[in-house]
């Protein structure tokens, strides 16, 4: 007599199980069963890896430093130039500045500290002060011709930031 077939799984053995007559593994040889001697952890060699140079650290938190104000004092001057006519585009580009200045300041400060999330942050307040500068050319605002180079100084530091010189001091 055989048992219906049914799609259901059985969770237990249907008969008893084997008894091993020796219960070690068949893999290790008895004569092999040493202790496990210590392995000393791996050392640098001297001269493979050197300090990094804080130069290019330093030059992207001068030009951090350069674009930030660059970029409060454009804003500044939009939003009171154009208060009176469009106070929504003046309200979004000062909140703009803000995130910008937010994203800058606590980016030069954790590059400074040599933090991972330094890089992030300066690209972010760069990225987000290009937008403001694309916001008065968008605008059509009448600036004088200087005005129109100071988006360099972004540009500038987001390439310094993503340099390897400046990679390797904030990941220390």
Same mark, same amino acid.
């Given at each position: 007599m055989s048992a219906p077939k049914t799609g259901i799984i059985k969770r237990h053995p249907t008969g008893s199980l084997p008894q091993l007559?020796?219960?070690?593994?068949?893999? +290790?040889?008895?004569? !092999?069963?040493?202790? &496990? &001697?210590?392995?000393?952890?791996?050392?640098?060699? $001297?001269?493979?890896?050197?300090?990094? !140079? $804080?130069?290019? /650290?330093?030059?992207? /938190?001068?030009?951090? +430093?350069? !674009?930030?104000? *660059?970029? *409060?004092?454009?804003?500044t001057d939009l939003i009171t130039g154009w208060w009176a006519s469009d106070r929504l585009f003046c309200v979004a580009v000062g909140f703009l500045t803000l995130v910008s200045a937010g994203a800058l300041i606590s980016g030069l400060i954790a590059l400074l500290l040599r933090r991972r999330t330094a890089r992030l942050l300066v690209v972010v307040g760069s990225v987000i002060g290009l937008l403001i500068f694309a916001s008065l050319?968008?605008?059509?605002?009448?600036? /004088?011709?200087?005005?129109? /180079? +100071?988006?360099?100084? $972004?540009?500038?530091?987001?390439a310094l930031t993503l340099l390897p010189g400046t990679a390797r001091w904030a990941h220390p």
């Open positions: 007559e020796d219960p070690r593994t068949t893999h +290790i040889d008895a004569q !092999s069963e040493q202790q &496990t &001697t210590y392995i000393p952890q791996a050392k640098p060699t $001297p001269g493979v890896r050197r300090k990094p !140079s $804080p130069k290019t /650290a330093v030059a992207t /938190a001068v030009l951090a +430093i350069l !674009s930030g104000w *660059a970029t *409060a004092v454009i804003a050319f968008i605008a059509g605002a009448k600036l /004088a011709p200087v005005v129109y /180079a +100071i988006p360099v100084l $972004p540009l500038l530091t987001i």
